[in-house]
Each structure stands twice: as C-alpha cells, then as structure tokens.
C-alpha cells in the first residue's frame, strides 16, 4: 500500500494537504506494444497504469510492465523488476 501524510483540521473536518512519496511503483494496465530494438531511442508513447493515470513511457515499455513514476511531475523515471 502507499503512505500518505494528510494534514487535518478538525475544526473544519477538512484535509489540508497531503504529501505522497516522490516515487511510487505501479503497474501498466495498456500500453501499445513495444517493438524489438526500441531501447535506444528517446520517444514516447501514452500508457495506464494501475491508478487510471496516463503516463508518457519509453517505446519498450509493455503492458504488464512495473514502472517508477515521480509523482511531483507524473513522469517516468524507469522501469522496475518484480
């Protein structure tokens, strides 16, 4: 699971803020397949992941792959080993 801290005020019943890690690791959900060959090149493609969120990936990165994403700019910062 993933810590959050959430600041709350109790007074107002309400959250003030909430810090997430700067990374976390997720899965992806759909991604176009990648093609043999396409480590070397720096384009992008649009993929899911686990939360619903849409993440620019490498073209090597396939569905089923685990990522680390930074959540500050919701970008990808490399792929993980399960």
């Given at each position: 699971?993933?810590?959050?801290?959430?600041?709350?005020?109790?007074?107002?019943?309400?959250?003030?803020?909430?810090?997430l890690?700067?990374?976390?690791?997720?899965?992806?959900?759909?991604?176009e397949?990648?093609?043999?060959?396409?480590?070397?090149?720096?384009?992008?493609?649009?993929?899911?992941?686990?939360?619903?969120?849409?993440?620019?990936?490498?073209?090597?990165?396939?569905?089923?792959?685990?990522i680390?994403?930074?959540?500050?700019?919701?970008?990808?910062?490399?792929?993980?080993?399960?």
């Amino acid at each position: 699971g993933l810590i959050c801290k959430i600041l709350f005020d109790a007074d107002s019943e309400r959250a003030i803020s909430c810090d997430l890690p700067n990374h976390i690791e997720v899965e992806i959900t759909y991604t176009e397949p990648g093609v043999k060959g396409d480590t070397a090149t720096n384009s992008l493609k649009p993929a899911t992941v686990d939360t619903g969120v849409e993440v620019r990936v490498p073209l090597f990165i396939n569905t089923g792959d685990f990522i680390k994403v930074d959540t500050r700019t919701k970008e990808y910062s490399e792929r993980v080993k399960k």
